[in-house]
């Protein structure tokens, strides 16, 4: 069993920046990668930025070059931290962070992030 918690989220305005960030405990030997996603109203939930073995990092199109996703090992606990700068009014969503597992994969709340004037 993996327990997520998400942290980090809030309001702020077009253009700034906020960090996220995913403490995962419980099972950790058995985490191999972690992703966040989101989920805007109405929408789907997609793939914002996921991180795998070997540190190797994929990020949505939408967020290039905006985005970065890092992780940080600690002795119980894992973080996955979500570097957000030159926010968008797009980019209001719910965050959520994402452990693959077996035989399902472990989720956290969720994270509110709304960008707007």
């Known amino acids: 069993q993996v327990q997520l918690v998400e942290s980090g989220g809030g309001l702020v305005q077009p253009g700034g920046s906020l960090r996220l960030s995913c403490a995962a405990s419980?099972?950790?030997?058995?985490?191999?990668?972690m992703a966040w996603y989101r989920q805007a109203p109405g929408k789907p939930r997609e793939l914002v930025a996921a991180?795998?073995?070997?540190?190797?990092?994929?990020?949505a199109d939408a967020v290039k070059g905006r985005f970065t996703i890092s992780r940080d090992n600690a002795k119980n606990t894992v973080y996955l931290r979500l570097q957000m700068n030159s926010l968008k009014p797009e980019d209001t969503a719910v965050y959520y962070c994402?452990?693959?597992?077996?035989?399902?994969?472990?989720w956290g709340q969720g994270t509110q992030v709304t960008v707007s004037s």
């Open positions: 994402l452990v693959p597992g077996t035989p399902h994969d472990y």
């Open positions: 419980g099972s950790i030997f058995s985490i191999n990668a």
């Open positions: 991180m795998t073995s070997g540190d190797r990092t994929h990020y």
